[in-house]
């Protein structure tokens, strides 16, 4: 009975849980503040078919992309920067990635960006308060807006510039321009 009563309330979510791959019997004990034997004794009371354990469990490589995805603004890590973490070729990468975003592990996005110029650029926009322009012409890209532009369009989650312009900065900026075309 006392058993019963610990997981009383939570058996739908919990039966979603366990029919979710991904997360383990221990995982599971811990989120629901109970017992590895609890869990087992729910399955077995309940008669729940847990999928077998798959290929993305068991894989080095997937873990990794895994580990590598979680990172706060990943989705904008160059694809390259991304092998070169694991030590893992071209062919090897697509093929586990793809099992990944297809079994919704990891964002749609990850590992899509090619660019490592991009990459550099956007490292620099998520942590410094300079214009989009400035963060161009340090990492040698004339159109990192557009290129921002076209991400957003497509989806990917980019968040607000850290630097903003205000009517200040606005107007020094016009003032700057000015004076650069009379000097020549
Ligand atoms: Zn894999």
Redesign the pocket.
Known sequence: MAIHGQLRGVERELIRDLKEATISVSQLAKKYGVSRQTIYGFIGRKGVKRPARE??KQ?S??QGLIRIARKQHSDFLASHTIREELGVGKAAFFY?IR?LRSKRLVSQKFGKLYSRRAERAYQIYFKKRIPVRTIGKLVGLKNFWSIIRKHKDLGWNVPAPLFTYNSKDRRRSAAKRIRRKKQG
């Open positions: 290929h993305t894989c490589i997937c586990h099992i």
